[in-house]
T-cell receptor
Framework: NAGVTQTPKFQVLKTGQSMTLQCAQDMNHNSMYWYRQDPGMGLRLIYYSASEGTTDKGEVPNGYNVSRLNKREFSLRLESAAPSQTSVYFCASSEASQGALYEQYFGPGTRLTVT | SQQGEEDPQALSIQEGENATMNCSYKTSINNLQWYRQNSGRGLVHLIL?????REKHSGRLRVTLDTSKKSSSLLITASRAADTASYFC???????????FGTGTRLQVFP
């Protein structure tokens, strides 16, 4: 099992460009999450999906959109990138629909720089 | 503001010593989890303690939870150089699907 995979690993964007970060899990998990991690700070939740077809906002959703394409895949889209979105982005998944009740499995991250 | 805050922010010890990290939080929780992050990598789950538990062990790890003080501690015994990493506590807020992470403790273990 690959676990949680993310693409790309690195990306540089210019201000105003758009891009989609891809995440897939092969553990048949119900819940999936997108976090961002900035220097000196913990992870902050952007969006999450408790099950296929549902998505909810986290702490810092502004400037992002998500799609739960199917049970395996959860993508994060930046429509018009801003320098404040420079960060490392992590995708995670969890077994149950109430994902916070169980451990989460993380992908390796995408390092995004917006110039 | 962050729900969980770790203390200390950074810790340096010699191999063989014990490392203790603390986490404080603000609101009622369903459970508290500890994760480890090696430099440049994703987070790895270490241990989960539920709100009705007071102590939990896993190998060289010991976690305690005091809900009256809204605090938890992670003890790593007989530390190794390979334990060098950042450690984060994360709280599952009561009645939500959200896991809120603290700012982390950077542990450096010298051989």
């Amino acid at each position: 099992n690959a676990g949680v995979t993310q693409t790309p690993k690195f990306q540089v964007l210019k201000t105003g460009q758009s891009m989609t970060l891809q995440c897939a899990q092969d553990m048949n998990h119900n819940s999936m999450y997108w976090y961002r991690q900035d220097p000196g700070m913990g992870l902050r939740l952007i969006y999450y999906s408790a099950s296929e077809g549902t998505t909810d906002k986290g702490e810092v959703p502004n400037g992002y959109n998500v799609s739960r394409l199917n049970k395996r895949e959860f993508s994060l889209r930046l429509e018009s990138a801003a320098p404040s979105q420079t960060s490392v982005y992590f995708c995670a998944s969890s077994e149950a629909s109430q994902g916070a009740l169980y451990e989460q499995y993380f992908g390796p991250g995408t390092r995004l720089t917006v110039t | 503001s962050q729900q969980g805050e770790e203390d200390p922010q950074a810790l340096s010890i010699q191999e063989g010593e014990n490392a203790t990290m603390n986490c404080s939080y603000k609101t009622s929780i369903n459970n508290l989890q500890w994760y480890r992050q090696n430099s440049g990598r994703g987070l790895v789950h270490l241990i989960l303690i539920r709100s009705n538990e007071r102590e939990k062990h896993s190998g060289r790890l010991r976690v305690t939870l005091d809900t009256s003080k809204k605090s938890s501690s992670l003890l790593i015994t007989a530390s190794r150089a390979a334990d060098t990493a950042s450690y984060f506590c994360a709280t599952a807020l009561y009645n939500t699907d959200k896991l809120i992470f603290g700012t982390g403790t950077r542990l450096q273990v010298f051989p």
